[in-house]
């Protein structure tokens, strides 16, 4: 049941952090205060995006069980609002007047939780329609 709708939406996810663990250190040019090493804060923030996109791909290969998948849903869903949180606490705090131009990465988590939103959406109406064949039964 990998082709399921909610499974596109998982992985289109996971790509989006996946790209983001990756280059994260490389594509934004950033100074985090609230960490001792801007360094580390760069490893951090590529930790997390790292875990978010694992979250997405284990969630898509548990299709059979549709409970765990909610929960792996809105865990990663959690893991990306703290993502934001923390982007825009480092966005506050950077020296300087104008930081709008940077501040725009701060939203690349956002797709993900819609993406996960509309996934988990999915997950339960896919659970929802398992139950109610089992009631016929």
Known sequence: MIQRKQSI???????????FA?????LFDIQLQWLSNPEKGDYVF??????SALISFL???LYKKRSLQIKLD???IILNVLLIGSFVYSLLTLPGENNSEKGIWALVPL????LLSIANRLIKKDDDLVKSVDRFR
Request: proline share 0%.
């Open 74 to 76: 809105w865990l990663n």
């Open 46 to 51: 590529s930790l997390a995006f790292f875990f």
């Open 59 to 61: 969630t898509i290969m």
């Open 9 to 19: 939406y998982l992985f289109l996810s996971g790509i989006i952090s996946s790209i």
């Open 22 to 26: 990756m280059n994260f250190d490389k």
């Open 111 to 114: 797709a993900s939780i819609v």
